[in-house]
């Protein structure tokens, strides 16, 4: 199983990026797809959650508004769009793939794209 994500880079404040995740190797449309976060010298946090239908979405307090997930089963894609950059968003981005099973949990994570919010 693969995840790759893509689309980070420098903004400068009030600006916008696309995060793409593209998955491979397990079946996408079972898993729930999440964002995550770590900025530097901080713990990972969470930050939107799309079901695996796509029909529930959910999102942390501080990107609620500004931040859009968004998936495409037929592309094992998930998306992030990012508007009214801040610099606290800065941070290396992680997507993650998570479903239940009756053995536990099956999850995977990606590598991770760098945002740099800056002017």
């Known amino acids: 199983a693969q995840l790759v994500e893509s689309g980070g880079g420098v903004v400068p404040p009030g600006g916008s990026l696309r995060l793409s995740c593209a998955a491979s190797?397990?079946?996408?449309?079972?898993?729930?797809m999440r964002w995550y976060r770590q900025a530097p010298g901080k713990e990972r946090e969470w930050v939107a959650i799309?079901?695996?239908?796509?029909?529930?979405?959910t999102y942390a307090g501080s990107v609620k508004g500004r931040f859009t997930i968004s998936r495409d089963n037929a592309k094992n894609t998930v998306y992030l769009q990012m508007n009214s950059l801040k610099p606290e968003d800065t941070a290396v981005y992680y997507c993650?793939?998570?479903?239940?099973?009756?053995?536990?949990?099956?999850?995977?994570w990606g590598q991770g794209t760098r945002v740099t919010v800056s002017s």
């Open positions: 799309i079901s695996s239908t796509g029909n529930i979405v």
């Open positions: 993650n793939a998570w479903r239940s099973t009756s053995a536990g949990q099956e999850t995977y």
């Open positions: 190797g397990f079946t996408f449309n079972r898993y729930d």
